[in-house]
């Protein structure tokens, strides 16, 4: 990975962690304050009550003159103290570290939750009833730890999970990159042997030396030239242009290709050989020779030197078949893609099958491989959807 991908990665780890973190944290947050809420109106509640039951008690043995004996509450967690109207102990369960503040009838610090209650019976001597309790702080304390847990456990969940898509996202782009990246040295490097034969020709030729030879190698050299950059520029810019129809003989575009091809199969010592049908069709000319010189051009580039290329039309269908280098079955699942090469010793760079594939797909036209490795390979391609019948009639 290199610097600008791990840039990439860590901005939008660091946007989509810390955002989903805020999510969470304003989620959680809410539910604190609610489950809080519901923790103080609980702890109130039971407070209420113990102090009611307290007080109740206190005046029903007062009413029966007897002696009120103060005992623990069922709930352990309740702890409470009598008071006379002076403030002062009569009996007490409370934590006596603390000063009860008998100017609010509850209220809270950093360990306890008082409840006040008051009696204003004259006869009795208690007069206030005091309610401790820490259990709702203690409540409290463990919905923050859980809140924390949940928030350090989803960040890391969520970092994981980020990591894991910001790779899933970037796979597409770093094949793409890589694959531009090999397009470009391949390209440099087809270019380079059309360049270096036509440079040595023209040198060869300014010294006198055999001329006509030397002059079908700079005729093949400019036309593999012209081939490689009509397939980088069909392949950039041809989603741009629209169709422009047209109704001609297959047989004549096939021919001319043949006899271009011709000039530049020179190099390995190919000949092309053709045997050709009328096939009057209606669809854009300049892809359809597209079809054509790609086909041609990809048959001399993995046949084999002085071997022959076989053109085929009849019927409606074209067919090229090499005795080249074959393609193996697995390569063939593959050989249509863009940049994907049938052998990286040939040069090439992988566009020429995929426009072949594009325009066929685009028409509707069936397009067949067999090839048998080291022996030979035919590509084959059907006509027949678009096939003008009655052409010769009109």
Do not use: W
């Amino acid at each position: 990975m290199n610097r600008d991908e791990k840039k990439a990665l860590i901005s939008f780890l660091t946007i989509y962690i810390v955002s989903a973190i805020l999510l969470i944290g304003v989620i959680l947050y809410i539910y604190y304050k609610n489950e809080t809420k519901m923790l103080e109106e609980s702890c109130s509640m039971e407070l209420h009550n113990a102090s009611m039951h307290i007080k109740n008690e206190i005046i029903n043995r007062h009413m029966k003159n007897q002696k009120f004996n103060p005992n623990k509450l069922s709930n352990i967690n309740i702890k409470y103290g009598l008071f006379d109207k002076d403030k002062k102990v009569i009996f007490s369960y409370l934590d006596e570290k603390f000063d009860v503040d008998f100017s609010k009838n509850s209220y809270v610090n950093e360990f306890y939750n008082y409840f006040i209650t008051t009696l204003d019976e004259e006869n009795i001597p208690i007069k206030y009833i005091v309610l401790e309790t820490c259990q709702e702080v203690q409540n409290k304390n463990k919905l923050q730890i859980f809140i924390l847990v949940i928030l350090f456990l989803s960040a890391i969940f969520i970092g994981c999970i980020g990591y894991l898509l910001s790779k899933i996202l970037l796979n597409p782009v770093r094949q793409r990159v890589e694959a531009m990246d090999k397009f470009i040295k391949d390209s440099a490097h087809e270019l380079n042997t059309p360049i270096s034969v036509l440079m040595t020709s023209v040198s060869m030729l300014k010294n006198g030396k055999n001329p006509q030879k030397m002059m079908k190698y700079i005729l093949s050299s400019s036309k593999q030239i012209s081939q490689i950059y009509n397939d980088i520029h069909f392949s950039a810019f041809n989603e741009l242009n629209e169709d422009v129809f047209e109704e001609f003989n297959l047989k004549d575009l096939v021919s001319e290709s043949v006899e271009f091809f011709n000039d530049i199969s020179i190099t390995k010592n190919i000949t092309i050989s053709s045997n050709l049908q009328d096939c009057f069709i209606k669809m854009d000319k300049t892809k359809t020779q597209k079809i054509v010189n790609n086909l041609l051009s990809n048959a001399i580039k993995y046949s084999k030197k002085d071997s022959i290329i076989e053109v085929v039309l009849e019927k409606n269908i074209l067919k090229v078949k090499d005795f080249g280098i074959g393609i193996s079955q697995e390569e063939q699942k593959e050989i249509f893609k863009r940049y994907k090469r049938g052998n990286n010793i040939e040069g090439g760079f992988g566009i020429g099958l995929d426009i072949v594939k594009r325009v066929c797909d685009e028409y509707d036209l069936i397009l067949d491989l067999k090839s048998q490795i080291d022996k030979e390979t035919t590509f084959s391609i059907d006509f027949s959807s678009i096939v003008i019948k009655d052409f010769l009639q009109k």
